[in-house]
């Protein structure tokens, strides 16, 4: 940034130089993965019945059945929620403001439809699709930062391990698919990567510690 900034003449001086990037591994990404278990355990705690358990239901499945960035999230449009040649998708808009399309699962499908029913803004094509339930702020959508906490907080209420965070939820959905059989080719599209390396570096599948040499010794 500062260089373009100088070369433009905004800037006299580039402060950065000299400055050392931190090493950042390029192999893998280091979020944790949740077991199916743990996931549909935290699937299972909002409460339906009410509209911000409905909202954060659907939250937390849209994190696990789509793998996408809490900010798409932020981003989606009631009218970014339709059917297309038979099958509900959701209209995403990714880095760099491209829109990323994507087939959803009907588990998926079925809780954003009762979220709508409950809220009554299922008509209203370019009201946010996440809402706040607040009444002053009715047609606000939820923010990233509220999304991060919501998701920390059921992940506590889940007894889930420490480190667990929303990007959990990406590298999750790109491990399980995966390992059930989905092409890379598919999963990159899916969750809106532009080079496929990006994918394998949230592949978890090369983790496995159940063939860990540790649990043969005998002492």
């Not at 706040?132 to 992940?155: I, T």
């Not at 667990?164 to 899916?190: D, W």
Request: glycine fraction near 6%; charge should be positive.
């Amino acid at each position: 940034m500062f260089k373009h900034l100088c070369g433009k003449q905004i800037a006299h001086r580039n402060p950065t130089i000299g400055v050392k990037r931190p090493r950042i591994s390029d192999r893998e990404v280091t979020s944790p993965v949740l077991t199916p278990a743990q996931v549909r355990k935290m699937l299972e705690l909002p409460d339906p019945a009410t509209l911000k358990g409905a909202r954060d239901r659907a939250i937390l499945h849209i994190l696990f059945y789509t793998g996408c960035r809490i900010s798409e999230i932020s981003s989606l449009r009631v009218g970014d929620f339709y059917e297309d040649g038979g099958y509900w998708v959701l209209d995403f808009v990714v880095k760099g403001g491209k829109r990323n399309k994507l087939a959803i699962h009907q588990e998926l499908q079925i809780t954003i439809m009762d979220y709508l029913a409950m809220s009554g803004h299922g008509q209203e094509k370019d009201a946010p699709l996440i809402m706040s339930v607040q009444r002053d702020y009715l047609r606000e959508p939820l923010r990233c930062r509220q999304v991060n906490y919501l998701f920390h907080k059921y992940a506590r209420m889940a007894d889930l391990p420490d480190g667990i965070r929303p990007h959990s939820a990406r590298a999750t959905f790109i491990t399980n698919a995966l390992e059930n059989g989905a092409k890379i080719e598919a999963v990159q599209k899916s969750v809106g990567h532009e080079k496929i390396n990006t994918t394998q570096m949230y592949d978890k599948r090369r983790v496995n510690h159940r063939e860990s040499a540790s649990f043969a010794v005998r002492w």
